[in-house]
Nanobody, 120 residues
Framework: QVQLVESGGGLVQAGGSLRLSCAGSGRTPIAWFRQAPGKEREFVAAISWILGNTIYATAVKGRSTISRDRAKSTIDLQVNSLKPEDTGIYYC?????????????????WGQGTQVTVSL
């Protein structure tokens, strides 16, 4: 069974950077989602483990990078120029097939999340 574990969250000052990692993924695409208090979970980025293709949400496009770390067998999310709006619990999720997707309902395995708080 797929078990995903996120790490790398913490308190970051606005304008700073953060690198999150997702361990335990298989060969199907992995996505990062985030959920702010009182808001719905939203897509952040996704990557195909096998092909390396990536997609990004508009909110983070241009200042984030999702990548494969083959040495550590993790999927990492680097976010630069962090804003208070980036605050939330960040989850990684895994699909059951090999098609990249932004849709929450397409992901069947979820980690427990890692908290990211961006302060002014």
């Amino acid at each position: 069974q797929v078990q995903l574990v996120e790490s790398g969250g913490g308190l970051v000052q606005a304008g700073g950077s953060l690198r999150l990692s997702c361990a335990g993924s298989g060969r199907t695409p992995i996505a990062w989602f985030r959920q702010a208090p009182g808001k719905e979970r939203e897509f952040v980025a996704a990557i195909s483990w096998i092909l390396g293709n990536t997609i990004y949400a508009t909110a983070v496009k241009g200042r984030s990078t999702i990548s494969r770390d083959r040495a550590k067998s993790t999927i990492d999310l680097q976010v630069n120029s962090l804003k208070p709006e980036d605050t939330g619990i960040y989850y990684c999720a895994s699909k059951s097939n090999f098609q990249l997707s932004m849709a929450r309902e397409d992901y069947v395995y979820w980690g427990q999340g890692t908290q990211v708080t961006v302060s002014l």
